[in-house]
């Protein structure tokens, strides 16, 4: 039960956060750019773990359909966290979330 609230908690906050967000020069995430680290380390303990990830990429993903906008990787959650998981420890830090962005942004 508790991690149902959680959830819904979190997928209210970042619907209010994303409208605060856009256009703000803050380094929070914006929902035009890709998330930073801290959006995803909501424990803040310098690691993503794979709960924090999929609950973010969950939230992000409610986020983008009840705006009708396209649902980007909604399917291959567990594959993108073992993707940027370089040294595969069960975690993300933040040397390999940079690597991920770099490629990412290498690619485009």
Avoid: W
């Avoid at 924090?52 to 993108?80: H, P, Y």
Wanted: with cysteine; proline share 1%.
């Amino acid at each position: 039960m508790s991690s149902y609230v959680l959830s819904v908690l979190l997928v209210c906050l970042t619907i209010f956060m994303s409208a605060n967000v856009i256009g703000n020069e803050n380094g929070m995430m914006r929902m035009s750019q890709m998330p930073a680290f801290s959006d995803f380390d909501t424990n803040q303990d310098k690691l993503i773990f794979e709960e924090e990830f999929e609950r973010f990429q969950k939230a992000r993903q409610a986020l983008r359909q009840s705006e009708g906008r396209r649902l980007k990787n909604a399917s291959d959650c567990d594959e993108m966290f073992e993707r940027i998981d370089l040294d595969r420890n069960k975690f993300i830090d933040t040397e390999e979330f940079q690597s991920h962005h770099e490629m990412m942004r290498n690619s485009k």
